[in-house]
């Protein structure tokens, strides 16, 4: 899988880029969690959810947030990693002018920046969000929210707390026109540490939903 160097708004920005043969074929960003706690888009959780796409047949892109690993600059409240973010889309996206679908997966704080990205880029057809970070992050710009989605939780988070990411999908509930499907993996915590109680079900959740979607070509 190529290592890529790409611009974003501070200066370079490093991934790994994981294309498909087919020219049509559907792409995906994974964002990692929070670069002032160790995320990194080596993350356990954003490997896996970077083969689970690309097993999908998706061309599939993961980067480092500006000042992680070898991607310049230095953290920026968010404001920033939004930034990178549409920078890595739109890298993305040149890449592969023809693909049908685009979406979007984050973890953690990953997915509280996924979720912002989707409010700006009408283009992004569907969004996984990993333990989403409810009770620190606001997510009242979901207002309508665009596209359909996944959001998947453990029920023994403890950075994110359950009865948060429960109270985030209710309001999202009340929106028409789109489905949000919420998930939660029995004894989980914030990072789906146990590999086969854990992360396994929570990623073939996760292929299940996209796989599933994909099939009804639905927003």
């Known amino acids: 899988m190529p290592e890529v160097i790409f611009a974003g708004p501070e200066g370079r920005l490093e991934g790994r880029y994981h294309p498909q043969k087919e020219r049509d074929a559907p792409i995906a960003i994974i964002l990692h969690p929070h670069p002032q706690f160790g995320g990194t888009m080596n993350n356990k959780v954003v490997y896996n959810l970077h083969y689970a796409f690309h097993n999908l047949g998706f061309t599939v892109l993961r980067f480092n947030f500006r000042g992680v690993g070898r991607s ?18 739109d890298y993305l996206q040149s ?20 979720m912002q990205l989707l409010m700006r ?31 998947i939780n453990g029920t023994a988070d403890r950075v994110a707390p359950p009865k948060d990411t429960v109270g985030l999908v209710n309001k ?4 028409k026109g789109i489905t949000i499907t919420h998930e939660q993996v029995e004894g989980a915590d914030h990072f789906f540490s146990n590999e086969d109680a854990h992360m396994k079900p929570m990623i073939e959740t996760v292929s299940g939903y996209v796989k599933r979607r994909l099939g009804e070509g639905t927003r």
Not at 105 to 114: H, M, V
Not at 123 to 143: K, Q, R
Not at 172 to 175: D, F, M, P, T, V
Request: charged share 10%; glycine share 10%; with cysteine.
């Open 121 to 151: 880029r009408p283009e992004i057809t569907g969004f996984v969000s990993v333990s989403p970070p409810a009770n620190m992050y606001d997510f009242s710009f979901l207002a309508p929210c665009p596209s359909s989605g996944l959001i």
């Open 172 to 175: 999202l509930h009340e929106q």
């Open 95 to 114: 890449m592969n002018q023809n693909a049908k679908h685009c979406w979007v997966a984050g973890f953690s704080f990953g997915a509280w920046i996924g």
């Open 72 to 89: 310049q600059g230095e953290y920026d409240q968010g404001i920033g990693e939004l930034s990178d973010a549409a920078s890595a889309l």
